[in-house]
């Protein structure tokens, strides 16, 4: 395994919608040593989500490891050509996101409180599954970037952007 650089922004290859990945190429070494590699990378950095556009792979997979925070309880998840849904009457959720392809930047941003994902897992499996909350946004941001959009295009309120400092100064406790 090994680290990855990972895009930043400016870099085309975030604005890029990504490939569909063939699902008989899922279990080929070169594919396999990506997926170890993007989760290594996520892990150093440390993040809660990485894309492969984030590493210049403009193909449609993500990983991520959302913890436990709000107790959503969701452990590593490799997502293969993943389709979202949104459940009817859904909520919405504000919350500050970061980017690994954005250092140092955090901002408010709009996402639905849930959302139902149709993939393939790293064995080409194919799995569906429901996530709430924390997750549910993870997942949103992560999809972003395969059809190239950085949580930028998400935020309501533009002055709701803050450097990392500033924002545990100011917003941290306010809830969100
Ligand atoms: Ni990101």
Avoid at 17 to 23: E, F, R, S
Avoid at 83 to 93: C, H, I, N, Q, W
Avoid at 104 to 112: D, N, V
Avoid at 124 to 130: A, L, Q, S, T
Wanted: with cysteine; aromatic share 8%; net charge negative.
């Amino acid at each position: 395994m090994s680290l990855r650089m990972i895009a930043r922004l400016g870099n085309p290859v975030l604005l890029r919608p990504a490939d569909p990945i063939d699902p008989d190429l899922v279990g080929a070494k070169d594919f396999q040593r990506l997926v170890d590699d993007m989760i290594e990378t996520m892990m150093e950095a440390p993040g809660v989500g990485l894309a492969a556009p984030q590493v210049h792979e403009s193909i449609r997979l993500f990983v991520m490891d959302p913890g436990d925070r709000d107790d959503s309880d969701v452990g590593l998840e490799i997502l293969v050509n993943p389709r979202l849904s949104v459940p009817e009457d859904g909520d919405y959720l504000s919350l500050w996101e970061g980017c690994l392809s954005i250092p140092g930047l955090r901002g408010e941003t709009l996402r639905h409180a849930a959302v139902d994902v149709d993939y393939l897992d790293r064995n080409g499996e194919p799995r569906r599954r429901r996530f709430e909350g924390f997750a549910a946004a993870v997942v949103q941001h992560e999809y972003d970037h395969l059809d190239g959009v950085l949580f930028l295009k998400r935020m309501p309120d533009l002055s709701l952007l803050a450097f990392d400092d500033q924002y545990a100064r100011w917003f941290q406790d306010c809830g969100s």
